[in-house]
């Protein structure tokens, strides 16, 4: 994505003025804006294709308590008091975030979810896990035999996990922050500069806008904003598979499984949805490119037959679509301040390996706080993790808060 001086077209007002411009209208980027109308800013929303574009509009649309593949192993990556923490974090962005569901009226399955092994080594963890959750105060049970009698290992069930339908959610607060919030789409920002008199000047195709602040919502497509995120995030794909609708129910719940590798869910209609498969293919999956690929739906496939040849039997695989993640270094999200204003998009320059050391965060720091605040990086979980880490954001945008607690993003230049 980039825009050249040929495509850079005019419309007939080309400044906007207002408080806050927001890039992106995914979920986080429609949700902040929405937030930051209820305290009477004007906001420019800002989005290179149309609302909910990019992974927001492709997801699963499972809203669920975690934040790793189950809390054993959350804790064994964080320590016992943080899992607990980032634990809770997710279960107060469930409530926000069904609270929202709610009060637009879109479309939710208030099923709960299960948390599924594969094997006998992935049920010993979760029952593990489930012993730690209960005793960490979490709403779980356990079943130690899967309750979909389907070959899978035992599971934890998580009542309040629930399905919703991402787009309508983003269409609901772009709807009902209007006008405080004026939508531009399509509008690709290219460049962010700072004015002769302080103010912050967003360059979009078609339209300048001219703020107090910036708040970038752009998760995987960061890293072509700033270089600043080239070594914080790496776009990686992920695909879904989607059946037509079957003459019955053959699961009543959301299911994560395979150390949350896979996923599926049956929508109202009756169709079975089915992502993952990446862990097989990972040098392949990375990138923008929103496509499905011949071997990673072959591996969907594979696995739909192994555990649900009834639904083989019965219907024909009728959709398949790849989006694009933004995974964050650490696998947790990034919230905090850009330490410098981009004059304009920089190529990326270090790209981040996933597998690699923490690099230094860059230091090209402005005599000024840059006003550009940020909440990316949710690594396959931004419908888990989205609300609060917007609002961890948007304090320290309107509020001057000093950090962003758990996802400051300079935990990472701590970690060398
Ligand atoms: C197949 C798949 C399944 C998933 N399933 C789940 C799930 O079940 N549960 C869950 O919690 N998470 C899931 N996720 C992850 C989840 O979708 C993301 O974490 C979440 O949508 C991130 O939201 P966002 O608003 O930060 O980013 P995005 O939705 O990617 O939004 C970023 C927006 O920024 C726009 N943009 C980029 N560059 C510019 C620019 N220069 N100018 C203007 N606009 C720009 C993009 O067009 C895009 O609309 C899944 C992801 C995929 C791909």
Same mark, same amino acid.
């Given at each position: 994505?980039?825009v050249?001086?040929?495509?850079q077209?005019?419309r007939?007002?080309t400044?906007y003025?207002? /408080?806050?411009a927001?890039i992106?209208?995914?979920?986080?980027?429609?949700?902040?804006?929405?937030?930051?109308?209820?305290?009477?800013?004007?906001?420019a929303?800002l989005e290179s294709?149309?609302?909910?574009?990019?992974?927001?509009?492709?997801?699963?649309?499972?809203?669920?308590?975690?934040?790793?593949? #189950?809390?054993?192993?959350?804790?064994?990556?964080?320590?016992?008091?943080?899992?607990?923490?980032?634990?809770?974090?997710?279960?107060?962005?469930?409530?926000?975030?069904?609270?929202?569901?709610?009060?637009?009226?879109?479309?939710?399955?208030?099923?709960?979810?299960?948390?599924?092994?594969?094997?006998?080594?992935?049920?010993?963890?979760?029952?593990?896990?489930?012993?730690?959750?209960?005793? /960490?105060?979490?709403?779980?049970?356990?079943?130690?035999?899967?309750?979909?009698?389907?070959?899978?290992? &035992?599971?934890?069930?998580?009542?309040?996990?629930?399905?919703? /339908?991402?787009?309508?959610?983003? #269409?609901?607060?772009?709807?009902?922050?209007?006008?405080?919030?004026?939508?531009f789409a399509p509008a690709e920002v290219f460049a962010i500069?700072?004015? @002769?008199?302080?103010?912050?000047v967003v360059e979009a195709r078609g339209i300048q806008v001219?703020?107090?602040?910036?708040?970038?919502?752009? @998760?995987?497509? &960061?890293?072509?904003?700033?270089?600043?995120?080239?070594?914080?995030?790496?776009?990686?794909?992920?695909?879904?598979?989607?059946?037509?609708?079957?003459?019955?129910?053959?699961?009543?719940?959301?299911?994560?499984? #395979?150390?949350?590798?896979?996923?599926?869910?049956?929508?109202?209609?009756?169709?079975?949805?089915? =992502?993952?498969?990446?862990?097989?293919?990972?040098?392949?999956?990375?990138?923008?490119?929103?496509?499905?690929?011949?071997?990673?739906?072959?591996?969907?496939?594979?696995?739909?037959?192994?555990?649900?040849?009834?639904?083989?039997?019965?219907?024909?695989?009728?959709?398949?679509?790849?989006?694009?993640?933004?995974?964050?270094?650490?696998?947790?999200?990034?919230? =905090?301040?850009?330490?410098?204003?981009?004059?304009?998009?920089?190529?990326?320059?270090?790209?981040?390996?996933?597998?690699?050391?923490?690099?230094?965060?860059?230091?090209?720091?402005?005599?000024?706080? &840059?006003?550009?605040?940020?909440?990316?990086?949710?690594?396959?979980?931004?419908? =888990?993790?989205?609300?609060?880490?917007?609002?961890?954001?948007?304090?320290?945008?309107?509020?001057?808060?000093?950090?962003?607690?758990?996802?400051?993003?300079?935990?990472?230049? #701590?970690?060398?």
């Amino acid at each position: 994505m980039s825009v050249s001086v040929w495509q850079q077209a005019t419309r007939q007002e080309t400044t906007y003025k207002c /408080d806050v411009a927001v890039i992106g209208a995914g979920i986080i980027g429609s949700y902040s804006a929405y937030m930051l109308a209820q305290q009477g800013k004007r906001v420019a929303l800002l989005e290179s294709r149309f609302p909910a574009a990019g992974a927001t509009g492709r997801n699963a649309g499972m809203c669920l308590m975690g934040a790793a593949d #189950n809390y054993a192993t959350g804790v064994a990556n964080f320590g016992r008091e943080k899992a607990r923490q980032l634990w809770e974090l997710t279960r107060e962005n469930q409530s926000k975030t069904s609270t929202f569901v709610t009060r637009f009226g879109t479309p939710a399955v208030k099923s709960g979810s299960y948390i599924l092994a594969i094997d006998k080594q992935e049920s010993d963890l979760l029952a593990g896990a489930y012993e730690m959750m209960r005793q /960490d105060g979490f709403e779980v049970e356990y079943k130690p035999t899967d309750p979909f009698e389907r070959g899978f290992g &035992s599971a934890i069930l998580q009542p309040a996990d629930f399905g919703l /339908d991402p787009v309508a959610l983003v #269409n609901a607060f772009i709807t009902n922050s209007a006008p405080q919030v004026r939508l531009f789409a399509p509008a690709e920002v290219f460049a962010i500069q700072r004015g @002769n008199a302080g103010q912050l000047v967003v360059e979009a195709r078609g339209i300048q806008v001219e703020c107090d602040r910036v708040a970038l919502c752009t @998760n995987a497509y &960061s890293p072509m904003i700033s270089p600043y995120f080239a070594d914080k995030i790496a776009p990686v794909r992920a695909q879904i598979l989607l059946t037509a609708p079957l003459s019955r129910r053959v699961i009543d719940r959301l299911a994560y499984v #395979n150390y949350g590798y896979e996923y599926f869910r049956q929508l109202d209609d009756g169709s079975f949805l089915l =992502g993952g498969g990446r862990s097989r293919h990972r040098e392949l999956e990375v990138g923008y490119d929103e496509v499905a690929t011949g071997w990673l739906q072959a591996t969907l496939e594979e696995m739909l037959n192994q555990y649900f040849p009834d639904i083989v039997r019965e219907a024909t695989i009728v959709r398949r679509w790849g989006g694009t993640m933004g995974f964050s270094v650490d696998g947790l999200p990034l919230a =905090g301040q850009l330490p410098y204003v981009p004059g304009t998009f920089a190529p990326v320059t270090r790209p981040f390996v996933p597998a690699g050391p923490y690099l230094a965060v860059e230091t090209p720091l402005d005599p000024q706080p &840059s006003g550009i605040y940020f909440a990316v990086g949710f690594t396959g979980h931004g419908l =888990g993790w989205g609300m609060v880490t917007a609002d961890a954001m948007l304090d320290m945008l309107l509020a001057n808060a000093s950090d962003a607690g758990l996802f400051d993003v300079r935990r990472l230049a #701590n970690k060398q």
